[in-house]
């Protein structure tokens, strides 16, 4: 019997933010263009991002996704199922090393091209710049600091 890798879901299926979406809407928390329309929501989103960059789960993820090689030299799995499961696990490292900041695209809109940039843009340099661990915590600062300023503004 093989197993059939086409019908398993794919990591990022599996940490897609469509339930939480579709939540949002239904409580009038995102316009019809994804857009928060909470300022409090905007503003929670910011911080959440921005101080989930300064813990030891971000820490973890990013060393384990900013390693690929070394992830594979100690993980090493044969066959069908061990590769699947390699890039199941490996997977999930970068998923945990970037998924809170995709809550960022609710303050400036889902399908905003120049948002969807930026935050691949921060990725990547976070992923493969030498000084990419403390980049991202300087941007957490300032994520932090902007959730603040949204959440007094809008009060």
């Known amino acids: 019997m093989s197993l059939e890798l086409d ?4 990591v990022w299926t599996v940490f897609s933010a469509t339930a939480l979406q ?3 809407e239904q409580l009038a928390l995102l316009s019809p263009m994804i857009v928060a329309t909470s300022p ?3 503003g929670l989103a910011l911080l959440g991002s921005g101080l989930y960059q300064w813990t030891p789960a971000k820490d973890t993820c990013l060393r384990h996704c900013r ?5 594979i ?3 090493w799995r044969p066959g069908t199922f061990g590769a699947f499961r390699m890039g199941a696990i490996h997977g999930s490292y970068c ?3 970037c998924w809170v900041l ?3 695209l609710f303050v400036d809109g889902v399908m905003n091209l120049l948002c969807i940039a930026g935050i691949a843009l921060f990725v990547l340099l976070e992923k493969l710049a030498p000084g990419g661990p403390i980049g991202g915590r300087i941007a957490g600062g ?3 600091a902007a959730g603040v300023i949204v959440l007094i503004q809008g009060c």
């Not at 390693?67 to 992830?71: E, T």
């Open 95 to 97: 998923v945990g090393c």
């Open 67 to 71: 390693g690929p090689a070394q992830f």
């Open 142 to 144: 300032a994520l932090i």
């Open 7 to 10: 019908r398993l879901p794919k």
């Open 102 to 104: 995709m809550g960022i």
């Open 22 to 24: 579709w939540g949002f």
């Open 40 to 42: 409090t929501l905007g």
């Open 73 to 75: 030299s100690e993980q």
